[in-house]
């Protein structure tokens, strides 16, 4: 049994709700790969804030939080679909990777003929 199930009803409401709110404001401030985590612990928070709800018989508390879950929901998926965190200009932009092959065609052929003539000649002195 933890420590929330020993409050009253009333208590674990609060508990609940306060820690749903602070899952849900770090959601603005985390990393892209822990929004989903934050998301997750809100919704559970808020979850079980409604059955403390349900247990006091506050149907507009609990159908408040019900709306401030599906909130929730919605803000995720806007933050999750770009949401800031990426640049659009960076996002978009393209590699350009003609300096690269033209370094290969250029000096490719000989660097690979020059290690290979070095692999025959050890070869050869190991072999002896």
């Known amino acids: 049994m933890s420590a929330e199930e020993n409050l009253p009803p009333i208590e674990r409401l609060k508990h609940f709700k306060q820690k749903a709110e602070e899952c849900y404001a770090k959601m603005y401030d985390c990393?892209?790969?822990?929004?989903?985590?934050?998301?997750?612990?809100?919704?559970?928070?808020?979850?079980?804030?409604?059955?403390?709800?349900?247990?006091?018989?506050?149907?507009?508390?609990?159908?408040?939080?019900?709306?401030?879950?599906?909130?929730?929901?919605?803000?995720?998926?806007?933050?999750?679909?770009?949401?800031?965190?990426?640049?659009t200009e960076s996002k978009n932009k393209k590699r350009d990777y003609g300096p690269i092959w033209m370094w290969l065609l250029t000096w490719g052929y000989p660097i690979v003929l020059i290690v290979a003539v070095a692999a025959a000649f050890a070869y050869r002195f190991i072999h002896k």
């Not at 892209?32 to 409604?50: F, S, T, V």
């Open 31 to 87: 990393e892209p790969h822990n929004l989903k985590d934050w998301r997750d612990d809100a919704c559970l928070y808020y979850a079980q804030a409604i059955r403390a709800a349900e247990e006091l018989g506050l149907d507009s508390e609990k159908r408040a939080m019900e709306q401030r879950v599906e909130h929730l929901r919605g803000v995720f998926n806007q933050l999750r679909t770009d949401g800031g965190h990426v640049p």
